[in-house]
């Protein structure tokens, strides 16, 4: 089951996005970073640099098994 933070964030972004499609607004992204919550163009978000992080990654699966 979801944790708490997890049903949390499902929540809000799934209120902004309807609030989104309510004012007509389409291509754009969902976001969070820390506490902020905030909408982006799609075009940004897909364009936009990502860091891998290979400790994460290593203790995704590590925690998986």
Wanted: proline share 5%; with cysteine.
């Amino acid at each position: 089951p979801p944790s708490f933070t997890d049903a949390k964030m499902g929540c809000i972004m799934g209120s902004m996005a309807v609030e989104a499609l309510a004012m007509g607004e389409s291509s754009i992204a969902l976001g969070n970073r820390g506490l902020e919550y905030f909408k982006i163009p799609i075009k940004e978000a897909v364009s936009a640099k990502r860091d891998f992080n290979e400790d994460i990654y290593e203790l995704a699966g590590i925690l998986s098994m």
